[in-house]
């Protein structure tokens, strides 16, 4: 086995261990502040010193991630004015190795004081940060996996471990969906996926000016240049019907290469158009337009018409501009 495996294992070991040393009746406990937290709008202040502080902002960053307001508090920062931000009913999760840290036993009167409840992490069960804590969840580790037993490495992964564990936990008490998760994350990938609609992409009909089924070659090549879209639509001459057809560049060669070339000045749109085009709501996810374009089997689709639910034709979705989104 080599070196960094040893240590890997030892880590998962420790974080086994761990899992089997909570006690319920705590967890239980935890869980119910942090549920009633979210269930108040109230916020879930995350503190620690050193190694601890650093696993305390991630901590935070993930609990917010899924849906639950949690913040750093630095706590010497704290005792000069930080503490502010702390409001009656908050939560506050305080982390400790060994239970001891000054900075943390030092705020923790001025954050009852605000009413609020204090859960402990921390790897001593009778140290001072566990007693005055309402909660002591139990993040004890034998040793670290430093081969001097001196730098935070195992406690901080355990306790990092217990930090995801309770953000998990939590989210299944309050069924987080995988649309609530992307609202909070709208530059990812996931967030993109599941909130980017079609109305959201799409370019509007009047960017375009339509044409009808008699309209000449060379208006259809025009048109289908016309800023560059890629495509134009046809509908009833002289009405204001719904879409009846759609040309899009693809259309126009291929359209070209099955003609005599010496016929080509006499087609017409209604020669070119693709009829009842394969469509899309506005309010349709975007990546489900994508799908749709690249799972039709008759023949590439690079544009969707996009139509209401009273078959109002609204504009047109391109395969590029969904590209362009990152979807």
């Not at 309402?134 to 004890?140: D, G, L, M």
């Not at 996926?193 to 960017?207: A, E, G």
């Not at 044409?211 to 002289?238: M, R």
């Amino acid at each position: 086995m080599n070196a960094l495996s040893k240590y890997l294992l030892e880590e998962a070991s420790a974080i086994a261990a761990a899992a089997a040393k909570l006690n319920g009746e705590e967890v239980d406990k935890a869980l119910s502040l942090l549920n009633n937290c979210s269930l108040n709008n109230s916020k879930l202040i995350i503190s620690g010193v050193g190694k601890s502080g650093i696993v305390a902002r991630k901590i935070a960053a993930t609990f917010s991630s899924v849906g639950l307001t949690s913040i750093y508090l630095n706590p010497l920062d704290a005792l000069h004015g930080d503490i502010g931000i702390v409001n009656k009913g908050d939560v506050c999760l305080l982390l400790s190795n060994s239970g001891e840290t000054s900075e943390l036993l030092e705020i923790i009167q001025h954050l009852k004081t605000r009413k609020t409840s204090c859960i402990a992490i921390t790897g001593a069960k009778n140290s001072s940060l566990a007693k005055q804590c309402e909660v002591f969840i139990n993040a004890q580790v034998d040793k670290e996996i430093c081969p001097l037993n001196l730098a935070p490495t195992t406690s901080t992964t355990v306790t990092m471990a217990i930090g995801d564990a309770f953000a998990s936990a939590w989210m299944d008490i309050n069924n987080v969906s995988s649309e609530q998760f992307a609202f909070n994350h709208p530059a990812g990938s996931l967030g993109r996926k599941l909130t980017i609609t079609v109305k959201d992409v799409m370019i509007p009909k009047n960017k375009l000016k339509p044409l009808h089924p008699k309209s000449t070659f060379g208006e259809i090549v025009y048109q289908i240049t016309a800023d560059g879209i890629g495509c134009c639509w046809i509908q009833e001459l002289n009405t204001n019907s719904s879409l009846i057809g759609l040309i899009t560049d693809g259309d126009l060669r291929r359209s070209l290469k099955d003609s005599d070339s010496k016929t080509w000045n006499r087609l017409k749109a209604e020669n070119l158009m693709t009829k009842n085009p394969i469509s899309i709501y506005p309010e349709a996810m975007a990546i489900d337009a994508l799908k749709l374009m690249e799972e039709n089997e008759k023949k590439p689709i690079s544009i969707l018409p996009v139509i209401s639910k009273d078959n109002e034709f609204l504009g047109f979705i391109r395969l590029h501009d969904l590209i362009q989104k990152g979807l």
